[in-house]
């Protein structure tokens, strides 16, 4: 098929090899765009714009995330790679091309885009140059390749023209509709409340103990937080989901969090295993294997060691997530963050030959079952679109750090580090309608930080507009000023919740939340050159 389209005088060649033919739709109140529906195919637009950026959309809550020049090297994770195996996608990434993962972008004038995006759950490629922006299908689940041709019967595309904050805005209520997910608005309460949440990983890291998450009870109850969330450390071993020595009596720390008005969550990664763990010792043959052995595939790394990824296709395996989650559901907790999940949609080999998003949700939705439907659940490190529906919300971007960010950590915008945390998540704010947006912790301490409180005020503006607020600050570690700070920010963000404050995102980086403007975009792209003791590096 193929179509001509002039939008603001310019013209936009659509091809594909697809033989059904586009429709224009009109959506109401959404009459300024001029939307496409696209037959599924391989998708050429051309285009004649001039060093338009692109809007790379990264596979996984950490994938790089943001808005490139397509002159400029494309937005990826270079020369780290352990990273990428953990925080890209090894179809998606490409050294020399810019490539996204479910939807794209290119922008010219007037903060005017044209917008390719998948109306599918995953899989869908889209990549740019000078000439032409391409929407691809991969034909399966790998092995690495996508240059396998397309896929005829797989999910159409959308194309819209038009205002940058509206195409976006568009394209999140098209995708839902298409995958007949309702608004979070309309959920219940006892998942959309989740926040805010007390995170014990970016103050003690792994070193927590009964006693220290204990003694966080009262303060975090005091603050003002729904949750108190028991992060990594708690864990025998990542594939080995019993307490440690250090928690002789978890089912007792739940309680002690819910009699104290609390909501107890844990974090768990239940698609990825370590090689002293429970599940690589005693089930490889639950693990994804490489195409052609019996090896299982490189999941990643992190701690120190390469991962291996659970193969949530075998119903052994499905069954042994469930029967980890019915437990800590049993001892009380009712808020998981779910981390690591994309090793369930890794490319690989697994039990059943199914594409890799769908192996991926038939892991969550088996965590979802076991849960309950008034659990919430959060996913880290997962693929937004498959998640929709199932998980209640998901983190849109790397760790944050106590730094601006890490200057010695060369080219790795999937770095620990408050920039690349706001620059991902603000990227993906136009997700917030669709499934909760989590921009990783605020922070307002000043003990054992390098952030200046002009930064910590807007990892706090990103958590209360974005809408899901956690901070990690231990309630001793803080100041009377710092504490102060913390519970206004609270309590803004729980009239957030209740639609009593009012977010606006009025520019790429910039919103107004209640009368406040907040720009974050003059820290994201600075003019000039901002103070170190502003932004220790
Ligand atoms: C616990 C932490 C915290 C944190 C999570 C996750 O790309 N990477 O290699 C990568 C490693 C670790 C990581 C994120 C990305 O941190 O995001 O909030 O729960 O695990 O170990």
Request: charged fraction near 25%; hydrophobic fraction near 40%.
């Amino acid at each position: 098929m193929s179509l001509s389209i002039v939008f603001d005088n310019r013209t936009f060649e659509v091809s594909s090899n697809a033989a059904a033919t586009p429709e224009e739709l009109a959506i109401p109140g959404y009459e300024d765009l001029a939307i496409y529906r696209l037959p599924a195919g391989d998708t050429r637009v051309k285009h004649a714009l001039e060093d338009p950026e692109f809007y790379r959309h990264g596979w996984n809550s950490w994938s790089p995330t943001a808005w490139r020049k397509l002159s400029d090297y494309p937005w990826r994770v270079w020369n780290n790679p352990g990273r990428s195996r953990t925080a890209e996608d090894p179809i998606t990434d490409a050294v020399d091309t810019h490539r996204g993962y479910q939807v794209g972008a290119l922008s010219f004038a007037d903060s005017k885009v044209m917008l390719l995006g998948s109306l599918s759950r995953g899989g869908a490629l889209v990549e740019a140059d000078s000439r032409a922006m391409r929407g691809i299908v991969p034909t399966s689940a790998g092995p690495f390749n996508i240059e396998g041709g397309s896929s005829a019967e797989g999910e159409p595309w959308v194309l819209i023209l038009g205002d940058e904050l509206r195409a976006f805005e568009a394209y999140g209520k098209l995708l839902a509709d298409a995958l007949d997910v309702a608004p979070r608005a309309s959920q219940k309460i006892a998942q959309r409340g989740a926040a805010p949440v007390w995170s014990s990983w970016y103050s003690w890291f792994e070193e927590i103990t009964q006693e220290i998450i204990s003694a966080e009870i009262s303060h975090a109850a005091k603050a003002g937080y729904s949750v108190l969330e028991i992060d990594d450390g708690w864990e025998e071993s990542v594939g080995t989901w019993e307490p440690n020595a250090d928690f002789p009596d978890l089912p007792g720390l739940a309680r002690q969090i819910r009699e104290a008005g609390l909501r107890p969550g844990i974090w768990v990664s239940p698609f990825i295993a370590k090689a002293d763990s429970y599940l690589v010792r005693n089930h490889p043959d639950w693990l994804v294997k490489e195409p052609d052995s019996d090896e299982p595939i490189d999941a990643g790394f992190n701690w120190g060691t390469r991962l291996y990824a659970l193969d949530t296709t075998h119903p052994q395996a499905l069954e042994w997530v469930k029967d980890i989650f019915t437990e800590l559901r049993s001892w009380g907790f009712d808020y998981f963050k779910t981390d690591f999940i994309y090793a369930a949609a890794m490319p690989g080999r697994r039990y059943a030959d199914v594409p890799r998003e769908e192996a991926y949700m038939r892991g969550i939705q088996a965590i979802r079952d076991a849960v309950g439907e008034d659990a919430y659940l959060l996913g880290s490190g997962g693929l937004p679109a498959a998640s929709l529906g199932i998980l209640d919300g998901m983190r849109m971007g790397p760790d944050t750090a106590p730094y601006w960010d890490n200057m010695d950590r060369y080219r790795d915008p999937s770095g620990p580090a408050v920039a690349n945390a706001l620059r991902n998540s603000l990227s993906r704010f136009w997700w917030k309608p669709w499934i909760d947006t989590d921009p990783d912790v605020a922070l307002v301490r000043t003990r054992g930080s390098l952030l200046s409180p002009e930064v910590n005020r807007l990892t706090l503006d990103a958590a209360i507009a974005c809408g899901t607020f956690g901070c990690s600050d231990p309630g001793q570690w803080l100041t009377d000023t710092e504490r102060s700070v913390l519970m206004d920010a609270i309590s803004d963000a729980k009239k957030e919740a209740e639609g009593e404050l009012a977010i606006t995102q009025t520019g790429r980086y910039t919103f107004t939340i209640g009368e406040r403007v907040v720009d974050f975009d003059q820290w994201l792209n600075p003019k000039g050159r901002i103070s170190d003791r502003l932004l220790v590096k």
